[in-house]
T-cell receptor, first 111, second 115 residues
Framework: GQQLNQSPQSMFIQEGEDVSMNCTSS?????WLWYKQDPGEGPVLLIA???AGELTSNGRLTAQFGITRKDSFLNISASIPSDVGIYFC???????????WGAGTKLIIKP | GAGVSQSPSNKVTEKGKDVELRCDPI?????LYWYRQSLGQGLEFLIY????????KSGLPSDRFSAERTGGSVSTLTIQRTQQEDSAVYLC?????????????FGEGSRLTVL
């Protein structure tokens, strides 16, 4: 099925570093969502974006709804060990469409 | 319940056997979704329920897969004559209303291994 282009696929970072990941599409979306999945768990919603240009923070996490409505970005500042996991973006085109998911970005913190 | 509950959490079965996976959504959530996640992969949509009806079952990979929901609550995903490629984590999610809202609440998943 259709997927968003999420990158990078994985990231190896040092504790304390900032992290950036993004999702892009050739289609326009009305909603962008960012989820995190810990090992053995289901995804948990981190940030929801509903308006082009919107910038929303949740603690050390900041996400932006791209102005073109075709992309979204997630930044994590000053990463800590519990940030490891898989981050998924998901988008919705309009109220009649289901969520379309990115393939995920796996975050690994180097010891 | 407090969250989405799925059972079993782990299921190992032999090729050709049928399996049933259960999802108990958050109380009051009218929408229910089943996804499949293969190892290291993203989420593959299977089926969506609004109440007891399934307006979108486009993601079911074959006629061996079926799902039902009763009483607007519990849902069961059935896989008949399981194949090795069916091995994956099956995730259930629920939300308060339908497709036009953001937040899906996920269960912890049922990990299916077909030998």
């Amino acid at each position: 099925g259709q997927q968003l282009n999420q990158s990078p696929q994985s990231m190896f970072i040092q504790e304390g570093e900032d992290v950036s990941m993004n999702c892009t599409s050739s289609s326009i979306f009305n909603t962008w969502l960012w989820y995190k999945q810990d090992p053995g768990e289901g995804p948990v919603l981190l940030i929801a974006l509903y308006k082009a240009g919107e910038l929303t923070s949740n603690g050390r996490l900041t996400a932006q709804f791209g102005i073109t409505r075709k992309d979204s970005f997630l930044n994590i500042s000053a990463s800590i060990p519990s940030d490891v996991g898989i981050y998924f973006c998901a988008g919705r085109k309009d109220s009649n469409y289901q969520l379309i998911w990115g393939a995920g970005t796996k975050l690994i913190i180097k010891p | 319940g407090a969250g989405v509950s799925q059972s079993p959490s782990n299921k190992v079965t032999e090729k050709g056997k049928d399996v049933e996976l259960r999802c108990d959504p958050i109380s009051g959530h009218t929408a229910l979704y089943w996804y499949r996640q293969s190892l290291g992969q993203g989420l593959e949509f299977l089926i969506y329920f609004q109440g007891n009806s399934a307006p979108d079952k486009s993601g079911l990979p074959s006629d061996r897969f079926s799902a039902e929901r009763t009483g607007g609550s519990v849902s069961t995903l059935t896989i008949q004559r399981t194949q090795q490629e069916d091995s994956a984590v099956y995730l259930c999610a629920s939300s308060l209303v339908g497709l036009n809202t953001g937040e899906l609440f996920f269960g912890e998943g049922s990990r299916l291994t077909v030998l």
